[in-house]
């Protein structure tokens, strides 16, 4: 399920929601109660994305085990 990030006018403070994107645009409660609301983009589609293609993978050339292996870090 998608989050969504707002940010409450009345107070200031911004949090997000998990909710069906059937009801992305319906209005949202802060955490205080206000309905005073506003919906801000959010990146939640790109950083699944994005965390899925910058899996954690060996580093090229190294010469495996530690951390570098060639004395630069001591
Ligand atoms: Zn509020």
């Given at each position: 399920m998608p989050r969504y990030d707002f940010r409450c006018r009345s107070c200031g403070d911004t949090f997000e929601l998990s909710r069906p994107m059937a009801r992305s645009g319906d209005p949202a409660a802060c955490?205080?109660?206000?309905?005073?609301t506003v919906k801000l983009l959010s990146t939640v589609a790109v950083t699944g994305a994005a965390g899925a293609a910058a899996a954690p993978r060996p580093a090229a050339g190294g010469g495996g085990g530690g951390c570098c292996g060639g004395g630069c870090c001591g």
């Open positions: 955490p205080q109660g206000h309905t005073d």
